[in-house]
């Protein structure tokens, strides 16, 4: 296997994990809050996984969409695997916002406006975090 990023970091600022998967939160400017939920081996497909696990990685995003809905109250959250750059299994939890760059296109699409820089405050990264951390316990 040649290297994989994920399998070699953590793929962004630990929020949480445990044996089977972890939650990450990415530095976007673009997209605040945006999250990933990593498998911690590496498995290619969602169909690699027996119908347990697919269940228990997708609990863990769903928990994670709830806690960023909740936190951020963003207009709209995007879920995608796509893995196409990095063929590990994660998923992407992306909180969507009228004034992003690329709303209502996705986050890969053109821009469609300039970028408004909106980093995640320290405070509002802190209760998202632990918001994720109280949904998976």
């Known amino acids: 296997m040649s290297k994989c990023e994920l399998c070699d970091s953590p793929g962004g600022e630990l929020i949480w994990q445990d044996a089977f998967c972890r939650v990450v939160r990415v530095e976007d400017v673009d997209y605040p809050g945006f999250c990933r939920v990593i498998l911690n081996r590496h498995v290619r497909e969602m169909t690699d996984l027996d119908n347990r696990a697919r269940e228990q990685l997708m609990s863990v ?48 699409g053109a821009s469609r406006r300039e970028t408004v820089a909106a980093a995640l405050d320290a405070a509002t990264a802190r209760r998202l975090k632990s918001a994720i951390q109280h949904k998976l316990g």
């Open 61 to 108: 995003v769903f928990a994670v969409e709830e806690a960023v809905r909740e936190t951020l109250q963003p207009e709209k959250i995007n879920l995608a695997s796509l893995g196409n750059m990095t063929p590990h299994l994660h998923w992407h939890v992306i909180p969507r916002y009228r004034q992003d760059r690329t709303f209502p296109n996705p986050i890969w």
